[in-house]
């Protein structure tokens, strides 16, 4: 009886230690797989959507630059012109007053929106239920690489963009890289009615298409005007542009 008693204590021992080990395992075996799942490489795969996510947002935001760049390079192919303002300029002209005017029109979504650029007086006309509602004075191209006349249509609308220069560093038509806060292209190539940061406000109007502020081929058109422009305008507004 007593040889039977101890075999049962050493089998209730045994018994007691196999649990114990197999317990053991398994929480190194879990702590082993969390430490794995905390390991940089491993961390980078679990979210690896996320990152991809991210790239991909900034990847859409370069090719819309370079979707930007290349319209603009093609103007060395084609013998077009490119439409931004140098970023620097050596003489500046005698500032000139701008007399720009905006005033309230009709929100009825049946009213025709339509813009006019005199080049002559360089002046922008927006029109809009038959009403003027913008009168601004403009800069358009320099000579050599004046602004095309015809009758046109906005069809695109881009917003806080760098324009990029087609002609290389040290030609005289090369400029830096151009932030553009708004612009409606109106003609195939580049030719855009857009904002100019480094064009004063006193330097649109008369004469501004032969000074230092003149543009590629392009319409500045003073910010805030621009602004109101931009947010009124919608692909297919007719765009006249003549002398």
Not at 173 to 194: C, I, Q, R, S, T
């Amino acid at each position: 009886m007593k040889f039977n008693w101890m075999i049962r204590h050493v089998l209730a021992l045994l018994a007691l230690v196999v649990v114990s080990v197999t317990g053991f395992v398994a929480a190194s075996a879990a702590d082993a797989q969390q430490s794995r799942l905390l390991q940089p490489g491993v961390a980078a795969n679990l979210y690896g959507r996320t990152f991809e996510a991210i790239s991909g947002s900034s990847q859409r935001d370069r090719q819309t630059q370079d979707r930007i760049a290349r319209v603009h390079a093609d103007r060395l192919s084609t013998g077009s012109r490119e439409t931004v303002q140098p970023s620097v300029s050596l003489n500046p002209s005698p500032p000139r007053r701008s007399e720009s005017t905006i005033t309230a029109t009709s929100s009825s979504p049946s009213c025709e929106e339509s813009i006019d650029v005199n080049l002559t007086t360089q002046e922008l006309v927006a029109t809009k239920c038959g009403q003027q509602f913008i009168t601004t004075p403009i800069t358009s191209g320099r000579p050599g690489l004046r602004t095309p006349t015809g009758s046109f249509s906005i069809f695109l609308k881009e917003q806080n963009v760098y324009f990029y220069s087609p002609w290389p560093l040290g030609d005289p038509n090369y400029y830096p890289p151009l932030f553009v806060a708004y612009a409606m292209e109106f003609l195939d190539g580049g030719y855009f009615l857009h904002t100019d940061p480094d064009e004063p406000s006193g330097a649109f109007g008369p004469g501004s298409e032969d000074g230092p502020y003149a543009s590629h081929g392009c319409v500045h058109v003073p910010y805030s005007v621009m602004a109101k422009l931009f947010s009124s305008a919608t692909d297919g507004t007719p765009v006249t542009v003549h002398y």
